[in-house]
Structure formats: structure tokens, C-alpha cells
């Protein structure tokens, strides 16, 4: 069982930055793959980023490469998501999840979610 819960989000101009926090707790951490999604209004919800258990690979949707990189510190039970040259588009409820895996985060699943963390890019 893990629990997560996202933080960081806030409100900010195009070109800004932020960091998402995601607190994991329960003794399995290092054993998932971890994952960023968001949703906008009105939209589905989108693969963000996503990193192995072990940190050594990474993958992230192509709207956000080169703009985002995803993180974690299993010794804290952290994830995190650097946003770089934020953009409007960018505006979403930002969910982190974990998995057992890379490709199904990247499919679209999530043995675990987050409650979600609100991100406004004002242009």
C-alpha cells in the first residue's frame, strides 16, 4: 500500500518555474515506478513523466520534454517534478502515481494516486 500527496502547485506567469512534491509513504516505495499526470478542464487525463524505481530511466510526454524532469529520492520517499518555462497550456491538476512499471504509467496506469495539486500558467 502506498499513500501519496502532491504539493507545490500555485499560481504563475508564462516562463516561470515550479517544483511538485509528491510525499510517499508505506515501506514499498522503492519498489514502484513513479509517475506525473495532469488534467485540465474539460480534457482527459494526460501522461506527464514517469522514472523507475531505481532512478535510471526516465520518460516524459513530448510537450514537456526539455521543460520538465521528473525526480525522486527514495531515501525521503520523494517524487518531483521540475517545470521549467511554464506555459499556459501547462495549466492542470497535476496527480502523481505509482505503478509497477514505466510503460504502464506511460499507458495510462496507476495502482496508486495522489489527490491532485493545482498548477495556473497565466499568460
Known amino acids: 500500500q502506498v499513500q501519496l500527496v502532491e504539493s507545490g502547485g500555485g499560481l504563475v506567469q508564462t516562463g516561470d518555474s515550479l517544483r511538485l512534491s509528491c510525499a510517499a509513504s508505506?515501506?514499498?516505495?522503492?519498489?514502484?515506478?513513479m509517475g506525473w499526470f495532469r488534467q485540465a478542464p474539460g480534457k482527459g487525463r494526460e501522461f506527464v513523466a514517469a522514472?523507475?524505481?531505481?532512478?535510471?530511466?526516465?520518460s516524459y510526454a513530448d510537450s514537456v520534454k526539455g521543460r520538465f524532469t521528473i525526480s525522486r529520492d527514495n531515501r525521503k520517499s520523494m517524487l518531483y517534478l521540475q517545470m521549467n518555462s511554464l506555459k499556459p497550456e501547462d495549466t492542470a491538476t497535476y496527480y502523481c502515481?505509482?505503478?509497477?512499471?514505466?510503460?504502464?504509467?506511460?499507458?495510462?496506469?496507476?495502482?496508486?494516486w495522489g489527490q491532485g495539486t493545482q498548477v495556473t500558467v497565466s499568460s
Open positions: 508505506g515501506r514499498t516505495f522503492t519498489t514502484y515506478a
Open positions: 522514472i523507475n524505481w531505481s532512478d535510471s530511466a526516465t
Open positions: 502515481a505509482a505503478e509497477r512499471s514505466v510503460r504502464r504509467l506511460e499507458r495510462g496506469g496507476g495502482d496508486y
